[in-house]
Each structure stands twice: as structure tokens, then as C-alpha cells.
């Protein structure tokens, strides 16, 4: 049994070359060829191995095959465990019987089992390997391209694996790092088994539930607090960004301002430890920029969503309908998205963060140590909470523009009560969040009402009384509703 600890990056197929000629060219480098694999993953129509956690596949290469069972591991930002079993074989049939029996659970029936096994999906690819050594450490690069395949369905494999043979699991975080600085390569959250399960429709579809509260450790330090909202904030990271990938148009605007959440929810977590240093701050700029269409798209969405009901009561209702459509088309998300995924600045934020939560984890950096995880949070809240106040003065009213700018702060004071709102009473800190989160709300609609009065003003439309009065009755509303959370007592005093 070998236990692989493994960093898994994705690239684009057109930067093969230049990804070869990198890897050549790095000191201590030992190119070791390319060889053809191919490989058939097996499950019962029940999926019984992936309910244990579990992956089985047998491997073809130069006419000599292998079985390999895969059993349940870690992973933490970007960087997999996972206990793996190899056995020799003389044909291309898996004989169960062959792994140790203390992988099976105790209430397995290998038998039955090896009976329904079934092919599920193949892989099949060119890897090109190499060793490095860094200092006293050896890491294994393999870089595939081929294909996943399922049903005569394909999708491509373009994938940059370290793998670390013998020394420390810095050395994965330092190649990608080198890597990332100068290659448009990003984590790799999913491995060839999950994405040909999905192929094969063996898997559910990927879902990502709206994150009320971080789900901090019980008698957690500080230490720990700020691994958790790390490796919290990476993982929806690389969800979201499949799920963006796997996505119909139609989600994209919502997704991204998810996305763009998350990032977000990570510099102020990093701002908060005093670790935002210049590089980091231009990355998190450099994602922004290429996600500034995603207000526009929200406006667009919001007006669209539930048979637009914003519009419905409107006799031009089609037209508006149809315009609006057609702006969100023009925003051109997907190759938003694309120029973002292939900007080095994505992939390599991405590993910097990877590599301060193992450097947070083996004690290389220190954060706050005098202060407890009640006092930070405690500290946390107020700072926010002040510059809200600040903002937003109750004796000062409010027009929509000034909500518009005032949009970011206020997503940043809610990022802070997520991050640190497990620790609290609900009751109180609820009804103290609710009308602040409802603010943000609205803060969106006024915005689709601007986007309404763009559109008709371009078309000459004569709505522009009736959107007077829906933004005014909003503004009051919302006036209403801020005036009194600016009286209600905070609830971390």
C-alpha cells in the first residue's frame, strides 16, 4: 500500500509545449519519456465502491496490467492523500480477492460484488514524467493529455500531477508555484474517477449550497479558525469554478457572483490575519477585473428570473424581454470566464494560498497568538460594524447611487458574520443580520431598475415614471429598514 500525496493542476491543451519546455529546463530535472496508458474503472450498477469511497480501475500499459483500488483520503486546498493498493495481474480482469482484507468494510460481500462489476467508463492517455529533486525532496511531474470516455461521450484530459515520492510536501507547493507564476494552470479539485463518473451520469449532478455560516471547530484557536476559513473559502473556490465550466448560460451570472463571493470572502479573511501582502492583493485585483461584468449580469438575471416578473405587468413586456436577453448575451460571460482561467494570475493566487495554508498548518507563519478566537471574532465584528456606521450615518439619507457604492463594503461586512457568526447565539445574531442581508438584496434590484431605465432611454420607451416609482418605493423601504438596524444592539457585545 502506498499513501499518495499528490497536487493535481489543470492546463490548457495549447500550452503543452510550453509547459514541456519548463519542466526540461527546471534545475535538477530528469526527464523519464512518455508512455500510453489506458484504463477501464469498474463499479456494480449500485455504485457500491464509490458508496465506500472507493475507486477501482485496471491499467494497460506496453501489454503488462495492474488493478488498483483506491480508498478513502484527505484533501486540503489542493493537495490529495489517498491510500492506494496496486497489484500485478496477467490479464485484464479484476480479481477482488487480490487486495488486502482489511480494506473492505465489515459488512462487505466481496463475492457478490466481483459478480456484478461492470465497466463504467476509460481513460486513455500519453504521460510524459519526470523527477525533481528540490533540497532533500523528490517529486514525481506527470503531465497527461488524452481523453475521459463514456456512453461515446469524451472530455479532454490536460493534467499536471506532482507527486511527492520522498522529503516534504513543500516541494509539491514550490514547483506550483513555479509552475502557476508562468503557466495558466489552476488546482485540479477533481480527479479522472470523479469526472467519468459524472460522464458516465453515475453521479449527481454538482451542487453548492448558499454558505450561511463557516463551520468553525469546537474549542477551535485561532491557528485552526484561520485554516478553516481558508481551506473552506479554496474548496468552494474550485467547486464553483466546475460547476461554472459544467453550466448553462443561464446560471453563469449567478455562479460568478458566487465565485467572485468566495474570492472576496478569502482576501478579507487574509486581511483580517495581516498576511495580504502585494502579490496576493494583485491577484485578488486581477480576478476582480476580469469578473467586473458580473453586476451588469446580475441586473440582467434578476430582470429575467421567474418569467420576469420585474416586467410582467409592462405592455412592451416581450421587447423588454428580449432586450434584455440580449445584453446578457453581449456581456459574453463564458469567454469572461475563459480569459480569466487563462490569465497566470488565477492559477497562481490559487497555489499562493495553498501554500500559506501549509505554512500556517507546519507552524511557518503565526497568527495573532494573544489574542483568543472569541476576542478576534469580537474585534472582527466591530471593525466591520464601524465602518458601516460610517457609511452609512442614520441622520444621512441615501440615494441609489450611494447604496451602489457602498454595495462592496457592505458584502464585506456580511462575509465577516459569516466567517465568524457560529460562534453566537442564532437568535440574536440573526435578526441583528436579517435586514443588513435584505439591504444587499435590495441594493440588487435598484440595480436591474437602473439597467431597465439604460434600456428605455436606448429604445425610447416611456417607462421611466413607472421605474421613479418602484426605485422610490424600494429606497423608502429599505431607508425604513436600515435606520432601524443602525438601533439594533450588535450582538457580539
Known sequence: MAAEIELKLFFPENERERLVSLLDSLPHSDPKGTKHLSNCYFDTPQLTLRHWDMGLRIRGCDGRFEQTIKTAGTVIGGVHSRPEYNID????????????????????????????????????????????????????????????????????????????????TQALLALGLQVTAQIPARLGHDSKAKRGYRLAAMASPLSLEALEFIELPQKTTLKQTFITLLSTGLERWQLLETMLLDAPDEQLPELSYRLRACVRLLRCTLSQFNLLDDEL????????????????????????????????????????????????????????????????????????????????RGGRIHVEPHLDVQQFADKMQEASWQRI???????????????????????????VGVAYGELYPSKGRDLFRAPWRDLAIGIRTLAAYRRLSLISQTHQLDIQDWLENKEQSLLFAMEHSRRSALKSQPYWR
Not at 413586456?317 to 497566470?344: C, K, R, S, Y
Not at 460610517?390 to 451602489?404: F, G, I, K, N
Request: net charge negative.
Open 89 to 168: 495481474i496477467d490479464q485484464p480482469k479484476v480479481n477482488l480477492s487480490l487486495f488486502p482484507q482489511k480494506i473492505w468494510p465489515q459488512e462487505a460481500e466481496l463475492a457478490q460484488v466481483q459478480q456484478q462489476l461492470q465497466p463504467l467508463f476509460d481513460t486513455d492517455f500519453n504521460r510524459m514524467t519526470w523527477h525533481i529533486y528540490l533540497d532533500d525532496s523528490l517529486v514525481e511531474v506527470a503531465l497527461d493529455v488524452g481523453t475521459i470516455s463514456a456512453h461515446d461521450i469524451n472530455e479532454p484530459i490536460c493534467e499536471l500531477e506532482f507527486e511527492l515520492l520522498a522529503g516534504d
Open 281 to 360: 492583493t494583485h491577484g485578488f485585483d486581477c480576478i476582480e477585473s476580469h469578473l467586473a461584468f458580473v453586476e451588469d449580469g446580475l441586473s440582467y438575471s434578476q430582470i429575467l428570473d421567474s418569467q420576469a416578473a420585474l416586467i410582467a405587468k409592462q405592455p412592451r413586456q416581450a421587447d423588454l424581454a428580449h432586450w434584455v436577453a440580449q445584453g446578457l448575451t453581449e456581456l459574453a460571460i463564458p469567454n469572461a470566464i475563459a480569459l480569466m482561467l487563462a490569465d497566470t494570475c488565477y492559477g497562481h493566487l490559487q497555489m499562493r494560498l495553498v501554500s500559506l495554508l501549509f505554512d500556517c
Open 389 to 415: 456606521v460610517a457609511l452609512m450615518p442614520a441622520e444621512v439619507d441615501l440615494d441609489s447611487d450611494d447604496y451602489q457604492s457602498f454595495a462592496k463594503a457592505l458584502d464585506e461586512s456580511i462575509f
